[in-house]
């Protein structure tokens, strides 16, 4: 029997609100769940998450910091000059952790082939003591950390292709070698971090990958980074969980990313994903949403990925054999002295 794509999904986390004109505003999930329903695709099902517990969310942030997003539940506070709380943010927030910690579950445990966590406020820039660039909790770390200490999982893969950089992320697992973060991100560009220098520390040490970008790189680029990125990874370092933070602010019409992807692109980054599963770990991949902040392209982004998720859709054939780009090549070559680290 075939398993389902579980989408997990709850209406409070539209109720999070950080006010009029804000990117990352409620029409974002609106506009994916309306596309979803309108279109379902085959193999899905949907789930309601249950909200973390505070324990969990301590795993990744500092019990203080846990404890003062909690006392503004209910409230209208603005945390820092880009991320704002409405009465239903907190709430909203502990069920976007809860739901990636129960997508994990449910695939390392059997119970759905792979998920898609569909949720508000957005993750990777949270860090262990504060909110920042639109998000409260770190949301695709506090799965990792699940996956870890409460299932059979030993060593977890995070691909991060966001416009901005996994701050949060990368933070959370800078000194280990049991998380293995990639991230793809413009650079110089917000949050300021992620540089190609930045590989982790101690035990960590090359377990950090950063490929910083210029703006305006296309379907074809991403995924001849990508194909390089774990061509070079994933054999060596054979994870037993991947875990996506998918922004789709990478888009060509998104307002924020000053990047040139299209659909295709998102069906071939997605379909990567799933391939380095599929080869390392029985196929375990559970996505996150991150950011994106056109409507459209981001509601079509989110359909096109869970519809290689679900087997519902043929990955594109990019032609990436005569792509020459000196930046991408530096990438490579600098990480290459870091790998294989890693032997099974």
């Not at 209406?11 to 609100?17: D, K, R, V």
């Not at 324990?55 to 503004?72: A, D, F, G, M």
């Not at 019409?253 to 295709?264: F, H, Y």
Request: charge should be negative.
């Amino acid at each position: 029997m075939t398993l389902p794509v579980y989408l997990y999904f709850d209406e409070t986390m539209i109720g999070h609100n950080p006010g009029l004109w804000h990117p990352e505003r409620p029409d974002r999930l609106t506009a994916i769940i309306n596309k979803l329903r309108n279109e379902p695709i085959h193999g899905t099902e949907w789930r309601k998450p249950e909200p973390a517990m505070p324990e969990k969310v301590q795993s990744i942030h500092k019990p203080t910091y846990v404890q003062y997003i909690s006392s503004l539940e209910g409230k209208t506070f603005q945390l820092d000059t880009d991320t704002a709380l409405s009465p239903d943010s907190v709430p909203a927030a502990y069920l976007a952790a809860g739901a990636m910690i129960d997508a994990v579950d449910a695939v390392v445990n059997g119970e759905a082939a792979s998920a898609y966590t569909l949720v508000r406020p957005p993750g990777h820039h949270a860090e262990r003591d504060h909110a920042l660039g639109f998000c409260l909790f770190n949301n695709i770390a506090i799965g990792a950390e699940h996956a870890l200490t409460n299932t059979d999982c030993q060593r977890i893969l995070i691909l991060d292709w966001d416009v901005h950089h996994c701050n949060g992320t990368q933070q959370a697992f800078y000194d280990r070698d049991d998380v293995l973060v990639i991230s793809s991100h413009r650079y110089p560009f917000f949050p300021g971090t992620g540089r190609i220098d930045e590989i982790g520390t101690g035990a960590g040490r090359g377990y950090n990958l950063n490929a910083t970008l210029p703006p305006g790189l296309d379907d074809g680029e991403f995924i001849f980074l990508w194909q390089q990125l774990l061509e070079m990874v994933a054999a060596s370092y054979q994870p037993d969980l991947v875990l996506v933070s998918a922004g789709y602010d990478i888009h060509r019409d998104d307002p924020l990313g000053g990047m040139l992807v299209t659909d295709d692109g998102f069906a071939a980054l997605t379909r990567l994903g799933c391939m380095v599963a599929d080869s390392c770990c029985q196929s375990r991949v559970v996505m996150t949403l991150e950011g994106g902040y056109d409507l459209k392209s981001l509601a079509q982004g989110v359909h096109t990925s869970v519809s290689i998720l679900a087997g519902d859709r043929e990955s594109p054939d990019l032609d990436t054999d005569h792509i020459e780009n000196d930046t991408i090549s530096a990438i490579i070559a600098h990480h290459r002295q870091f790998w294989p680290l890693h032997t099974c």
